[in-house]
């Protein structure tokens, strides 16, 4: 794993020209990106608007707590939404599992738009709430496996980096898109319509994902990789794999340890992601009083900056090995935690933008090669469901909760360093657990 990896188990991609290669690989980046976005859409109405639409009892912070644990909800059942469609899409295929995961998230992101406020329909109104939470949650934990690995298991040898980036872009698109929709509204709007209205229509824009959905199911193949899988196994073969095993209880039997080291290792990126793209936002505009569309706008000229980088540090681990560059990132963070926030605290937008503009570099170069790293740790047969749980476990170790504490570290101790504290922690894991994933693969 320290050197450049070799083409995954069962490659077999030879057959499939350029053309197709870059059809799928716009398809998955796409449809990475309109999940994203409908996903961090909540985030930022979390931060800005939901608290006091759906939780308006108590103080500003407790609507904000309540708020963002509502956000973290869906982070919870990010796992249930990996487990369900690892297990089919190490059956059934990459390609279903993803086209179900963009319809479910596209029906629940439109209902959160046209969801009535605890104002007219009380308690009901925070119930549904929670309820299209854990939907989204559901389909974006179903949706990186398959959309990853439609990239990964199509690529050239030599490229698989690369091809699993295109995948990683979807945050930063749909981060941009969300931020860029926001400040549309924002600037559309008086702020009483905007919290009467306008904050809804970037949900309702979710409509859209449905339209890919059926792209991706219309013109979309099935990748190779499964294909070569399946043609392994005789009728009789599958039907005794079937009643003997699954790919979750294969993962739990032999390899729950490569799930934990695989989220123990990006925790620390999924937290600090989140801290920077809600929280900072939460803190700096009703903390700080700084003005949010502002804020907004360096969000989003820092998560332009990402196109690039994540690209360019796939690239780069294509040739000199994942866990080298992976492990450089998560030092970064590191390093990074207590000088980001110390530059946040001064109230100067410079600053902030600097900060997190930094910060997001080190997130870059963790971000690029994890699709490649996380699906070369599991073979064919059980590599939806084993990298998928990877990746989700690290989401509700890091990014779920990550705006929550932060809250409660800063209302409970008063002082950003808290925080920091909290990011350096979970890099501390990320690097043991990086540390152990390189020593499993040099003793290979």
């Not at 979390?46 to 869906?74: C, I």
């Not at 699954?246 to 989140?274: C, D, E, K, M, Q």
């Not at 809250?407 to 890099?427: D, H, Q, R």
Request: glycine share 10%; aromatic share 10%; charged share 15%.
């Amino acid at each position: 794993m320290d050197t450049a990896p070799s083409a995954l188990p069962g490659t077999s991609t030879a057959t499939h020209d350029t053309k197709n290669r870059r059809k799928v690989a716009t398809a998955a980046a796409l449809a990475s990106a309109v999940e994203w976005y409908d996903y961090f859409v909540f985030g930022i109405a979390a931060a800005l608007v939901l608290g006091d639409l759906y939780f308006p009892a108590g103080s500003p912070s407790a609507g904000v707590l309540a708020s963002f644990a509502t956000f973290a909800v869906g982070f919870l059942a990010r796992p249930l939404g990996g487990v369900i469609a690892g297990q089919l899409g190490d059956k059934r295929g990459r390609k279903p599992m993803l086209v179900l995961a963009l319809t479910l998230m596209g029906v629940a992101t439109t209902g959160i738009g046209l969801l009535p406020t605890y104002e007219t329909i009380g308690i009901a109104a925070p119930v549904l709430l929670v309820t299209l939470r854990v939907m989204q949650g559901i389909a974006v934990g179903a949706q990186w496996g398959g959309a990853m690995l439609l990239a990964t298991e199509y690529a050239p040898e030599g490229k698989r980096g690369v091809y699993g980036s295109v995948v990683q872009l979807g945050v930063p698109i749909g981060v941009v898109t969300a931020n860029s929709v926001f400040l549309l509204a924002g600037a559309l709007t008086s702020e009483t319509a905007f919290a009467a209205w306008g904050w809804r229509v970037p949900f309702l824009i979710g409509l859209l994902v449905l339209v890919l959905a059926w792209y991706i199911h219309t013109h979309v193949e099935e990748t190779p990789e499964f294909r070569a899988a399946e043609r392994a196994l005789s009728e009789k073969e599958q039907a005794e794999k079937g009643a003997r095993n699954s790919p979750l209880r294969t993962i739990i039997r032999g390899h729950l340890g490569t799930v934990f080291l695989a989220g123990g290792s990006f925790a620390v990126n999924t937290a600090t992601f989140y801290i920077l793209i809600t929280g900072v936002l939460d803190y700096t505009t009703r903390e700080l009083d700084m003005e949010r569309s502002a804020v907004l706008t360096v969000s989003l000229c820092v998560s332009l900056t990402q196109l690039v980088l994540i690209p360019a540090s796939a690239a780069l681990s294509d040739r000199i090995g994942r866990i080298r560059i992976y492990g450089l990132g998560a030092a970064g963070i590191a390093l990074w935690a207590v000088p980001m926030f110390l530059l946040i605290d001064t109230g100067s937008l410079l600053w902030l933008a600097v900060g997190t503009f930094v910060a997001s570099c080190f997130l870059s170069i963790m971000y690029g090669p994890q699709a490649a790293l996380f699906a070369e740790l599991f073979t064919p047969e059980m590599r939806y469901t084993g990298a998928s749980l990877g990746y989700q476990i690290a989401a509700v170790l890091g990014g779920g909760l990550a705006p929550f504490v932060m809250v409660l570290l800063l209302e409970t101790t008063g002082t950003s360093m808290s925080v920091s504290a909290y990011i350096i922690g979970l890099a501390v894991i990320a690097l043991g657990s990086i540390k152990v994933l390189a020593d499993r693969a040099r003793s290979r």
